[in-house]
């Protein structure tokens, strides 16, 4: 019997896939590469808009909380009555003579309302010199509870002193650059009368009405109000009746819109 030796199969080494174009497999990397990077760039831009949507909760929850504790601790009966400061009315602060009406609810012990009259004073400003609107500024007493002194309150009281004096814009910049910290006692009496100086007011009527808190009924009425208004938190903004967001050009858009 003849024995046939079989050959030794060769090991085949695997083809290398080809793409069409004589292209290998491995020209695909950068291609991963890249879109690996465009995948990351993905998450980050994600991750980033849930923490701008959780910020935004956070600023409309705060908001409530201030509503909610000026409910709590809201007059047992309307001040509505109470005499206004000079160039004001019962609802707030009249500021120009233009045919558009932007409504600034403000507090200030209210973080986020300084973050918007470092943005916007100029802004409204503007629109009051050029006459395209009335600027109306209404000081609310929603986070009394957020200090030991009801500090929004005397604050806004004291606005209503310099609305007296002609410089309510002024004193309430004067106000918002030393604002105090959340849960502190805020300024004293002494220092909001010491503020008429940053403000320009000279009437020595000034430091009485704030050391008698002549305009706090006026501030209960002004807040009852915008309760009834729908204001819920600080700053709201209105244009004509109309909510828009609290940015400058959003103001100024919705001004020119209305106009």
């Known amino acids: 019997m003849v ?3 079989k050959k030794p199969i060769k090991s085949q080494r695997s083809a290398r896939p080809v793409e069409s ?3 290998t497999a491995g020209a ?3 291609a991963r590469s890249v879109m690996a990077r465009q995948l990351a760039r993905e998450r980050a831009r994600r991750r980033a808009w849930i923490a701008a949507g959780i910020a935004a909760v956070l600023l409309v929850v705060a908001g409530f909380a201030g509503w909610y504790a000026y409910q ?5 009966k309307a001040a509505a009555s109470a005499p206004p400061p000079a160039g004001a009315d019962a609802a707030g602060v009249r ?3 233009g045919p558009v009406t932007v409504d600034v609810y403000l507090d200030f012990m209210c973080p986020h309302c300084r973050d918007f009259e470092d943005k916007a004073a100029d802004t409204l400003a503007k629109l009051v010199s050029d006459g395209a609107a009335t600027v109306v500024y209404h000081p609310l007493a929603f986070l009394d509870s957020a200090s030991s002194t009801k500090y929004s309150s005397r604050s806004a009281a004291a606005s209503g002193c310099a609305a007296d004096a002609g410089t309510f814009v002024e004193y309430a910049a004067a106000l918002y650059a030393q604002q105090p910290a959340e849960g502190s006692a805020g300024l004293s009496e002494t220092q909001l009368v010491n503020l008429a100086s940053v403000a320009g007011i000279t009437d020595p009527a000034f430091e009485q009405c704030v050391r008698t808190d002549k305009h706090l009924a006026w501030v209960d009425g002004v807040t009852e109000q915008a309760v009834k208004k729908g204001v819920r938190g600080t700053p709201t903004i209105m244009v004509n009746g109309q909510a828009v967001d609290a940015d400058p050009q959003a103001i100024t858009d919705a001004v020119a819109k209305a106009s």
């Open 72 to 76: 709590l601790q809201r007059p047992d």
């Open 28 to 30: 695909k990397r950068p």
């Open 21 to 23: 174009g004589g292209k």
């Open 95 to 97: 500021v120009g003579t």
């Open 3 to 5: 024995t046939t030796r």
